[in-house]
Nanobody, 124 residues
Framework: QVQLVESGGGLVQAGGSLRLSCAAS????????MGWFRQAPGKEREFVAV????????YYADSVKGRFTISRDNAKNTSYLQMNSLKPEDTAVYYC?????????????????WGQGTQVTVSS
């Protein structure tokens, strides 16, 4: 059974940092891109970042570019999202996902497996 489990969320002051982790189990995902999405209260889920299967390519939403860094450790079947200079508007439930393929996908329908989400709250 495939399972993605996010961790590392919490409450942080504006300007602070958090590191989210996404541990995958049930199969190996080293051949697939992995992404992070988020959903703020009252808003639709939106793309945040994606990393290619090898880790050699990344793509970020404009809203997080320069502040967030996505990475992965294929030996551990884990993806990470380092979030720096956090802003109140970053408050959301953050989801990790595994894509259908290797490319830098940004659409939700291009992802096959999803985690349950972890809450990130940034206070002003």
């Amino acid at each position: 059974q495939v399972q993605l489990v996010e961790s590392g969320g919490g409450l942080v002051q504006a300007g602070g940092s958090l590191r989210l982790s996404c541990a995958a189990s049930g199969r190996t995902f080293s051949s697939y891109a992995m992404g992070w999405f988020r959903q703020a209260p009252g808003k639709e889920r939106e793309f945040v970042a994606v990393i290619s299967w090898s880790g050699g390519g990344t793509y970020y939403a404009d809203s997080v570019k320069g502040r967030f860094t996505i990475s992965r450790d294929n030996a551990k079947n884990t993806s990470y999202l380092q979030m720096n200079s956090l802003k109140p508007e970053d408050t959301a439930v953050y989801y990790c996902a595994v894509a259908h393929g290797r490319s830098l996908y940004r659409g939700e329908n291009q992802y096959a497996f999803w985690g349950q989400g972890t809450q990130v709250t940034v206070s002003s």
